[in-house]
């Protein structure tokens, strides 16, 4: 089921086969929804007359939130400004290019802050985007910079030799699989696919789902070409592992950082879909980057909880322990914003019932909360 693939609070529109299969999914989505609001998910079709319209009219205010997700069979394709719709779900055929580009412009309305949205395709609409139709004839390949032909015929054509053997044939035997210790690996690395990047080192990322992403000039990308486009775009952001840790260690230069990645291209909701595609999802966006950057392997947010533990209890005193560790269990549940300076009012009335004068008493004046709610950030990201 997609819910798992998007932000619960991000609104939705679902294409289903028949008013009838709208309906089911509507309850399937109710039943398994992580929202306890029982209108989390309606039905919008002809069926539904004057109150799916007003589930429509209240889905396209943006200021409400309720309900967050409409499912649909024909009726929302055309005609709906809903401009904060940040999920298609196509569980349809789509056989009209026509009629594809109006369900597409459904996630195409501007919305402040909103700069991306996501497909989730079940049956094969994303064949559209490559039909000649959708946006022209194809543009001629460009030769090669260096032989001047396409194909490029600088490529050594002999085989090279074995880095183990020696040979060109290559005589050596099959490895096993370094999960499942079998030469015919039976595990579910079986549903990656490797990506070598510049530095000679291989990336693993899912090829279960196809994922598109679109560059800044409007090209559809591969996820393999994102990653290929991130991996070079961030020598110019930090040197090295260390460089990314001091950074992402405290929240002012970590935002300065995110803000640089957005505007090459590489916003929180790519880096998001990133965590998905290398089996991150439970990671901190930073095991994205350092993953891409250095190869290391993401590390689970409970994980760094669980190392930077230790440090706390030695830095701090235990009222300051006792509200870092609750800050570390957000962080855990929800991720890295949680550590965003902006978000500490909130989590001391969280932590405190909406009693300030308590966490002030506990914790000291607001100056020596904040210093220790930077402070302790280093401590997560320590190697």
Not at 61 to 68: A, F, G, H, K, Q
Not at 127 to 151: L, M, R, V
């Amino acid at each position: 089921m997609f819910l798992s693939q998007i932000d619960p609070r991000e609104k939705t529109i679902v294409f289903c086969a028949t008013q009838e299969h709208a309906l089911a999914v509507r309850d399937l989505i109710n039943q398994l929804k992580r929202v306890p609001d029982p209108n989390y998910c309606e039905r919008v079709t002809a069926e539904d007359g004057e109150l799916g319209e007003q589930h429509l009219k209240a889905f396209q205010d943006n200021e409400r939130t309720i309900p967050t997700i409409l499912t649909t069979s024909q009726k929302l394709s055309t005609g709906v400004d809903a401009r904060n719709v940040r999920n298609i779900v196509l569980m349809r055929p789509v056989n009209s290019m026509i009629e594809f580009k109006q369900i597409i412009g459904r996630g195409t309305r501007l919305f402040d802050g909103k700069d991306y949205f996501t497909i989730h395709d079940f049956v094969k609409a994303y064949e559209h985007f490559s039909d000649p139709e959708w946006d022209g004839p194809p543009q001629e390949p460009e030769a090669c910079g260096t032989c001047g032909s396409y194909p490029c015929v600088c490529e050594p054509t002999e085989p090279k030799l074995c880095k183990k053997c020696g040979e060109r044939a290559c005589i050596c035997p099959p490895e096993p699989c370094e999960v499942c210790g079998q030469i015919d690996c039976v595990c579910e690395r079986k549903g990656r696919v490797k990506v070598k990047l510049a530095d000679g080192k291989e990336r693993e990322i899912q090829h279960m789902m196809m994922t598109t992403f679109w560059h800044t000039d409007g090209k559809p990308m591969s996820s393999r070409e994102f990653m290929e486009l991130l991996f070079g775009k961030l020598p110019d952001l930090f040197a090295d592992e260390a460089e990314l840790r001091s950074i992402w260690s405290n929240p002012s230069t970590r935002a300065k950082l995110l803000n640089a990645l957005s505007e090459r291209g590489f916003g929180s909701d790519q880096l998001a879909e990133m965590k998905r595609l290398i089996r991150a999802e439970n990671s901190d966006l930073f095991d994205v980057l350092l993953y891409v950057r250095a190869n290391v392997p993401p590390m689970s947010r409970e994980a760094r909880a669980a190392r930077a533990k230790p440090a706390i209890s030695v830095h701090f005193n235990e009222k300051q322990r006792t509200f870092l560790e609750f800050v570390l269990a957000q962080y855990v549940a929800a991720g890295v914003d949680e550590l965003s300076p902006e978000k500490l009012p909130a989590l001391l009335k969280l932590k405190y019932d909406n009693a300030i004068a308590d966490a002030v008493a506990d914790l000291g004046p607001p100056s020596v909360i904040g210093e220790a709610f930077v402070g302790f950030q280093v401590h997560i990201y320590q190697p």
